[in-house]
C-alpha cells in the first residue's frame, strides 16, 4: 500500500484542478445562493477540536431554517437535541466550521466555510422562533469562502431516486440497535416509544 503524505504528491497523483472548480469560489452569498438557503431544509455542520478528532452532524427544519443576515453572515439555530453538544464544544475551542446545505431532488449542493460564534440572549434569535419557542443558542457564521458543489455524488448515490430507497424494514429501529449495543434496563420497545414521544413533543 502506497500513501500520500504531501500536498505536491496529491495534485501530482489527481492533477490539477479545473479553471471552473476554482474560479466558482466566492467570498460571499450572491442571488443564487441566498435563494438556495432560502430553500433548504438541511444541512450538515463540520467543525473540529484544535488539535483532534473532527466531527459532522445533521441540522433540519422548515426550508431557510438558517438566517441571511448579510452576504457573509448566517446564523444557525440551535434547537434542541440529545445534550451532547459536540458541535458547540468544538467550536468554543476551534472556530473553523463547514457547511453543507441540501435541498430534495437538486443533485448540487451548497458548501460554506468560515468561522462560527455561539450567541445566546440575541434578539437575532427571537425571529427564528418556531410554536413560541425560541432557540437556546444560535451558532453566528462569518462566512470566509462559499461555492456550490457539482452533482457527481448525490448521481453516484442515487440519493433522490426512490427506487434505490430501502424498505423500512430491512434496517433495525434505533431502539433495536441501543438495546443490542447498550446494556441497559431498557427493551428496544422501550426506547423506540420514548424516540416517538420525544419526535413528537420534543423537537423545538
Known amino acids: 500500500m502506497a500513501t500520500i503524505e504531501t500536498a505536491e504528491a496529491l495534485r501530482a497523483h489527481f492533477g490539477p484542478a479545473s479553471v471552473l472548480a476554482l474560479k466558482k469560489q466566492m467570498r460571499g452569498l450572491d442571488k443564487h445562493a441566498r435563494h438556495f438557503i432560502s430553500l433548504s431544509p438541511f444541512l450538515c455542520i463540520a467543525t473540529s477540536v484544535k ?6 452532524t445533521p441540522r433540519g427544519d422548515a426550508p431557510g431554517f438558517v438566517a441571511v443576515l448579510d452576504d457573509e453572515t448566517l446564523l444557525i439555530p440551535e434547537r434542541p437535541g440529545n445534550n451532547r453538544l459536540d458541535t458547540l464544544s468544538n467550536l468554543i475551542e476551534n472556530p473553523a466550521i463547514g457547511l453543507l446545505f441540501m ?4 443533485r448540487e449542493t451548497y458548501r460554506v466555510n468560515g468561522t462560527a460564534t455561539i450567541i445566546v440572549d440575541d434578539p437575532r434569535l427571537e425571529d427564528l422562533a418556531v410554536n413560541g419557542r425560541v432557540p437556546a443558542a444560535g451558532i453566528l457564521v462569518k462566512i470566509s469562502e462559499c461555492y456550490f458543489h457539482c452533482g ?3 448521481l453516484r448515490s442515487h440519493l433522490w431516486n426512490p427506487d434505490t430507497w430501502i424498505d423500512k424494514s430491512d434496517f433495525p429501529t434505533l431502539g433495536e440497535i441501543m438495546a443490542d449495543q447498550l446494556s441497559i434496563d431498557q427493551t428496544a420497545a422501550e426506547i ?6 420525544a419526535y ?4 423545538y
Open 51 to 56: 488539535n483532534g478528532l473532527a466531527d459532522n
Open 103 to 106: 435541498l430534495p431532488l437538486i
Open 152 to 154: 457527481k455524488a448525490l
Open 192 to 197: 423506540d416509544v420514548n424516540l416517538e414521544n
Open 200 to 203: 413528537k413533543t420534543k423537537l
